[in-house]
Every structure is written in structure tokens, then in C-alpha cells.
């Protein structure tokens, strides 16, 4: 790879730290943290889609957050 192309990437790769640490962007991870696992503890017992749909909604959210937060909320 070239240095320009090296370079690129460690610029990218900073903005998307800066962006992961950005106040907005992480209260709206936590908002929406908060909803699915709202909506999946009050979802019907007998009705498996939505508690996975939701359940997986909230790993998706702590991978792209580079955690396991939410998931290990949820089993909690």
C-alpha cells in the first residue's frame, strides 16, 4: 500500500473514533440501547420473532458501537 493510501486510512480511521466518541452520537446509541431492550423485555412471551428481531437489533447496536453492552444488559 502506498503512503498516500496509508495515510487516507489512519485519517478515516480517526474520524470514525472521533465520531464513536461524538456527545450526540452516543446519546443516541444509548437512546436507542434503551428502546430495544424496552421493547424486547416487553415483548410476548409466546411471540419469539419480535424478542429476536430486537435481541438482535441490540447486538447489531453494541458491534457497531465496538461493544457488548446491550447485549449483556439484556441477559441480565
Known amino acids: 500500500m502506498n503512503e ?5 486510512r489512519q485519517d478515516r480511521a480517526a474520524k470514525a473514533e472521533a465520531l464513536l466518541r461524538n ?7 444509548e437512546y436507542l ?4 431492550i ?3 423485555k416487553t415483548s410476548a412471551i409466546n411471540d ?3 424478542a429476536r ?3 438482535t437489533s441490540c447486538r447489531h447496536l453494541a458491534l457497531s ?4 453492552l ?3 444488559r439484556m441477559v441480565s
Open 48 to 50: 419469539a420473532g419480535p
Open 65 to 68: 458501537r465496538g461493544t457488548s
Open 38 to 40: 424496552d421493547a424486547w
Open 53 to 55: 428481531s430486537y435481541s
Open 23 to 29: 456527545e450526540l452520537f452516543v446519546e443516541a446509541f
Open 70 to 72: 446491550a447485549w449483556s
Open 4 to 8: 498516500g493510501k496509508a495515510r487516507e
Open 33 to 36: 440501547d434503551e428502546q430495544f
